[in-house]
Nanobody, 123 residues
Framework: QVQLVESGGGLVQAGGSVRLSCAAS????????VGWFRQAPGKEREFVAV????????YYGDSVKGRFTISRDNAKNAVFLQMNSLIPEDTAIYYC????????????????WGQGTQVTVSS
């Protein structure tokens, strides 16, 4: 099990950028795939991005592809989500989640979750 803490959320204007961080503690973080998910009020949780344990593989949700970039620094036990060209539809609580081993786009396969960070994009 790993403990995850997100940071970096806030209020940003449409077209702007935000960088989210996910700090991990606990077991060997370099063995964990990490995903970002988001949930807007009244909507289902949505897959945003995922990165493999080594950082060599990444996948993105269709709605963020080309605008968001996921990366990680295993030496610092951290994963990042660079969010560019933000639109109001990106407004949500963003969660990072970790699972040991292979990456997945399915939130149900991630046992460890952070508390979330709010991102609000104004038009």
């Amino acid at each position: 099990q790993v403990q995850l803490v997100e940071s970096g959320g806030g209020l940003v204007q449409a077209g702007g950028s935000v960088r989210l961080s996910c700090a991990a503690s606990g077991r060997t973080f370099s063995g964990y795939a990490v995903g970002w998910f988001r949930q807007a009020p009244g909507k289902e949780r949505e897959f945003v991005a995922v990165i493999s344990a080594s950082g060599s593989s990444t996948y993105y949700g269709d709605s963020v592809k080309g605008r968001f970039t996921i990366s990680r620094d295993n030496a610092k036990n951290a994963v990042f989500l660079q969010m560019n060209s933000l639109i109001p539809e990106d407004t949500a609580i963003y969660y990072c989640a970790a699972r040991f081993g292979f990456l997945s786009k399915n939130a149900e396969q991630f046992p460890d979750w952070g508390q979330g960070t709010q991102v609000t994009v104004s038009s």
